[in-house]
């Protein structure tokens, strides 16, 4: 399998970003972005090929997982927080 | 149906009471007319109620137009006002350096990650969806305009 090149990285960060939004709960939503936007910052600097490819993998695992909670969530979806405004 | 429709808004309208909302009332007849006729009074508080998004109604009484909810017109200038209102609202750009020809990432000191977020932010606030090829080459504000007026057909 290829090295993940930059552009598989940017898309990936994309799409959670777009799934993070989803999630019907407000806590869960800000704590997904918060979260997808400081590890993605905090693993920018690694060279070594195959951290990357494990941290792509677990990535696109978290992906998944954020796609599934937001089906969940927006089953046994509550009102909305007075914080949300 | 629609018969029936033409003759009660022409009926509503007939009243002087009622004259100055008549685009309301082309509207409304058009949604509710049985309502129309037995309740004048509430028909006129409802009409100044509501809020309309678009141009204003032509007041003559013979145009009858459905009216239509849809955004306001897109302008270059309008475009460019969203676009600096959503940057500067971004809390890794310092508002006072930015300029519609500054650079992210030369001029603004961003990176790749940053420059994905203020694309998605413009997806939200233009409402359509922009792919990741072409994302990656908007660097400016100024390129941001013109993307989003060659996708809007807006042109002056």
């Known amino acids: 399998m290829a090295a993940s090149t930059r552009a598989q990285v940017i898309s990936l960060y994309r799409m959670m970003l777009t799934e993070s939004k989803k999630f019907p709960s407000y806590n869960y939503r800000t704590y997904a972005l918060r979260r997808v936007r400081d590890a993605f910052r905090a693993n920018g600097k690694v060279e070594d090929p195959k951290t990357v490819e494990r941290l792509m993998e677990e990535g696109h695992q978290t992906l998944a997982v954020i796609q599934r909670q937001v089906t969940v969530g927006k089953m046994f979806s509550t009102q909305k927080n007075v914080v949300e405004g | ?156």
């Open chain 2, 1 to 156: 149906m629609a018969a029936r429709v033409l003759q009660q808004c022409v009926r509503t309208l007939a009243r002087p009471s009622l004259r100055l909302s008549s685009g309301n009332l082309a509207f409304r007849a058009a949604v509710a007319p049985a309502a129309a006729i037995h309740r004048p009074l509430s028909f006129a508080a409802d009409s100044r109620r509501t809020r309309w998004v678009g141009q204003s109604r032509s007041p003559s009484v013979g145009v009858l137009c459905r009216q239509y909810g849809d955004l306001p017109p897109l302008t270059i200038e309008t475009i460019k006002d969203r676009v600096m209102y959503v940057l500067k609202l971004y809390d890794k750009i310092n508002p006072e350096k930015l300029q519609t020809a500054s650079h992210f990432m030369k001029d603004l000191g961003l990176d790749s990650l940053d420059q994905v977020e203020i694309i998605m932010a413009m997806e939200d606030e233009f409402g359509f969806e922009i792919p990741d090829a072409e994302a990656e080459k908007l660097m400016t504000p100024e390129d941001i305009v013109q993307y989003i007026a060659d996708k809007k057909d807006v042109y002056e």
